[in-house]
């Protein structure tokens, strides 16, 4: 059967429309074919967030400002989970770390923030003294500070090679250094590390900032979400494939998680910070409930 020429030719176009919409379909919207990875695009301070999870909740040791302001790249969910782990290991019956922002759903401006823009950076409080539990992120000083936890919390970070930078007041920072100092730490490891050891900032990893006294801002290294953003469009299903397993090595894969009621699998996930597909992979779930 002969095709109607103009008939023909209306279609080409529509494909030839329709291939062009998807080449220039934006990153976020092409994230929805591979809801399994996180991207992080552009900088701290312009970017975007792809995907991003918010912070898992129900783990213990730490109290979240915002579950809506908590969303992040896996990469930056272990080793915060790590820090914690380590500080709650030596101190078991230590009161709960409290944390501030990480970005927003989809990362952009972030207000009153600079950066927090694209999912690599976190706000951290730190320990006081004599256990005391903090209702949020509170002005610390050289008398009120526990050092011992919060160099364990400092120290773990540093020692993961997955932090970029850090700021804090340099203050503080001088406290932990002298409990460090005290306590057998190596001096050159001290003097790479921070600012108030080295004299030198550019060349540290905690940076001095004197609005950074009520938390430690953490900037992570985020290697496989970094690549996700900055190749999403040359990147092959078998990459995006490989970068999601990698991602789901940094994120928690075992505890116990008990629902008072029957919850949509989309809660859950939502609330331990955990994507859908892998509490189904884990648990042997076939519905959308549990």
Known sequence: MDMDPAFVTRWRRLVL??????LLLPP????????????????????????????????????LRSVNRSYTTPEVIGGVLAAIFTVKEKFPNTCDLKIGDFSLPRGGRFWPHKSHQNGRDVDLGMYAKNNMELPGLVRMTPRTIDAEKTWALVESLLKSGNVKYMFLDMRLQ?????????????????KRS????????????????GEH??????????????????????????????IA???????????????KKTLSLAEVSKHLGIKENLIREWNHIKGDTI
Not at 17 to 22: D, K, Q, Y
Not at 222 to 234: D, L
């Open 213 to 242: 006294s009520t938390h430690i801002h953490v900037r992570f290294k985020t290697p496989w979400s970094e690549m996700a953003g900055k190749r999403w469009r040359s990147l092959s299903e078998e990459d995006l494939l490989i």
């Open 194 to 209: 921070f600012q108030w050891a080295s004299g030198c900032r550019y060349k540290s990893v905690v940076r001095h900032d």
């Open 245 to 259: 397993a990698c991602q789901e090595g940094y994120l928690p894969h075992e505890y116990i998680y008990t629902a």
């Open 28 to 63: 976020s919207i092409q994230a929805s074919y591979f809801p399994h990875v996180t991207a992080s695009i552009g900088r701290p301070n312009r970017g975007r967030l792809i995907n991003g999870i918010p912070f898992p909740q129900g783990l213990g040791g730490y109290k």
């Open 174 to 190: 001088r406290v932990l250094c002298k409990y460090a100092l005290k306590h057998g730490v190596d001096r050159e490891f001290l």
């Open 17 to 22: 429309c329709v291939f062009l919409i998807v």
